[in-house]
């Protein structure tokens, strides 16, 4: 039950017939480019992963909506998606900029951009809760922290879930920024390789004029998909998650198979824009 | 060597930047009740409170930042594109981003408090005309600073994106770092300053907000007047810090290590932040103490 009343709507399982015509989409998508633009269908693949990634990191970052304003869930007080954008765009924003090195550190830089802004962001969350109003982390979800051992039963102040970022919230939030950022660069490396290679013979303008095109049409996407993503996998966890030691967590399947859908059919027209 | 010292120079300045633009971000946003604890200014008239509190949340503010910085850098980068002067396109870009900004603000305070009408919440004519300019000038404040950083961190360090796409990227990630730092301050601390302090609002008292001031009603300024003291330079703290490390990382320990060392700068720079985390943590626990008695004699678990 949430701070608000409402009830966790949706179930844990995984629906067999929806994830089927999961697995059509996404099959039916890698097909096309195969046929239309082979060249394409592994960077395809890599927009699938990254997506993945990204639906998967969503489900770290510990979120309490406006309850956690009040202090009366733990978590941090804003939007599940807007939270996973902020970090998994500030790594896309690092791997962008390491993109000149390869694939493998393009990939790092973006997960640690991303890992930085959440692991910035949740002390200065704490930092706020425990020297400007004066509340220590409880949990609300678990009575012990599966890291430190702390106890929370008693931490949590009369008539709330709990408050505050426990260590467990803030590793999950660092975890989330790390597979947030690392998607979200993979989508945009994989959709600058195939721009810069098929931009030429599409338009055939100078090539220092494309390579500005490709990158922001590369960038633009990632940002969407990061976009689409999040905000599927916002609405698979309905509402606020403590982090990796929530039950809510034990939904990611669905989430992901939901993202691979979305990234490839997404993936599918980011790629057919040029190649067409 | 000079390279890297312009570099630092331009992380430090961006830094500076991304703090004035933290700062100003969340004390917006709090003037103007656009973060989470607008729900409780939205839910007081249906309990009952009628109050005088701005409340234009119909956006988080992550998009709508995004849409605003978004905006003065494509309105910035077009005039660049002929030929005018950077300083100039970037506050003209501004400009446009903030009377978008007022536009928002207008229609949604309007719209979000004219939808309480039946529970006999008045729309307050007087409030739209005093604070919707205190926002846009806070808000122009925030966009400026985040696009003049946006323009250095392509211009000075050959970042490749170009100047749009930079300021959806950091306008999100300036309305996440504002909000998610913020929001509590407001919310606890201001909107239920009659409940005690060190401890959160029990659910029950949700919608009981603070309504009156020293003299007469509480307004939405006197809301900006106290956040600006705790929860707007912890945002600018934040945001600065996430920016600063960010460049800061990249421009000084790239080159080593064929660009791994920059990776491992920031995996370092992860981990002095997690051991800062825990010690606030400790710190809380052991200061404060619980609020009721421990249950058992408490196990220590190995940490």
């Given at each position: ?6 009830g ?15 697995l ?176 030429p ?41 403590e ?34 | ?25 969340d ?13 409780q ?16 949340a ?5 998009p ?54 039946k ?14 300019s ?20 392509i ?76 929860a ?22 790239e ?49």
């Open positions: 039950m949430s701070a608000l009343g409402g966790s709507s949706g179930g844990e399982g995984i629906n067999p017939t929806a994830s089927l015509i999961a059509v989409i996404v099959l039916v998508a890698v097909a096309v480019v195969f046929l239309v633009y082979p060249a394409a269908t592994v960077p395809l693949i890599g927009v699938i992963i990254g997506g993945v990634l990204i639906s998967f990191g969503v489900h770290f970052v510990p979120v309490g909506g406006a309850p956690a304003a009040m202090g009366q869930a733990p978590g941090i007080a804003t939007g599940v998606a807007m939270l996973a954008a902020g970090g998994g765009l500030a790594g896309l924003f690092g791997g962008a900029w390491a993109a000149e090195f390869g694939i493998a550190i393009s990939l790092a830089a973006g997960a640690i951009g991303g890992g930085l802004l959440m692991a910035i962001t949740c002390l200065m969350v704490n930092v706020v809760y425990v020297y400007a109003m004066g509340i220590p982390a409880a949990s609300g979800k678990v009575d012990k922290d599966p890291i430190t051992g702390d106890t929370f039963p008693a931490y949590k102040s009369q008539g709330t879930e709990g408050h505050g970022l426990p260590f467990i919230s803030y590793v999950g939030g660092v975890l989330g920024g790390l597979f947030g950022g690392m998607g979200g660069t993979l989508i945009y490396y994989e959709l600058l390789q195939v721009y810069e290679e098929a931009l013979s599409v338009i055939g303008a100078s090539t220092e004029g494309l390579t500005t095109l490709a990158v922001s049409l590369a960038g633009i996407f990632a940002v969407g998909m990061f976009l689409v993503a999040a905000v599927l996998t916002a609405y698979n966890i309905t509402g606020t998650i982090g990796p030691h929530d039950p809510k967590f034990k939904r990611w399947p669905r989430a992901v198979i939901g993202s691979s859908a979305a990234s490839a059919v997404c993936g599918l027209f980011a790629i057919l824009l040029v190649v067409i | 060597m000079e390279e890297i010292l312009f570099g630092i120079g331009i992380s430090a300045l961006a830094g500076a930047l991304a703090t004035v633009a933290g700062a100003a971000e004390t917006e946003s709090d003037i103007g009740s656009q973060g989470d604890p607008n729900s200014v939205q839910l007081a008239p249906q309990m009952g409170y009628v109050h005088r509190i701005y409340n234009k119909v956006s988080g503010e992550p709508a930042y995004g849409l605003w910085v978004a905006l003065a850098a494509g309105v910035a980068w077009a005039l660049m594109a002929i030929q005018f002067n950077a300083i100039l396109a970037l506050v003209i870009g501004s400009a446009v981003a903030v009377f978008v900004q007022g536009v928002y603000a207008t229609t949604a305070y309007l719209g979000r408090t004219a939808s309480l009408a529970f006999e919440q008045p729309v307050y004519i007087d409030i739209l005309k005093s604070v919707t205190v926002t846009m000038a806070h808000a122009f404040v925030a966009i400026f600073a985040t696009v003049t950083m946006c323009f250095l961190m211009e000075a360090l050959g970042h490749p994106f170009p100047l749009p796409l930079m300021g959806i990227v950091w306008g999100i990630a300036l309305g996440a770092a504002g909000s998610a730092t913020g929001n509590p301050f407001y919310g606890k601390e201001r909107q239920y300053q009659k409940y005690p302090f060190g401890a959160g609002l029990p659910i029950s008292a949700s919608g009981d907000i603070v309504r009156y001031a020293e003299a007469g009603q509480r307004s939405s300024i006197d809301n900006g007047w106290f956040t600006s003291k705790g707007g330079p912890a945002s600018g703290i934040c945001f600065g810090l996430i920016v600063f490390f960010e460049l800061w990382r990249t421009i000084l320990f080159p080593f290590a064929a660009g791994w060392g920059a990776v491992i700068a920031g995996v370092v720079l992860i981990i002095v932040f997690m051991v800062i985390d825990r010690y606030v943590e400790t710190w809380a626990r052991k200061t404060y103490g619980p609020y009721t008695e421990e249950a058992a004699p408490e196990e220590e678990a190995a940490a």
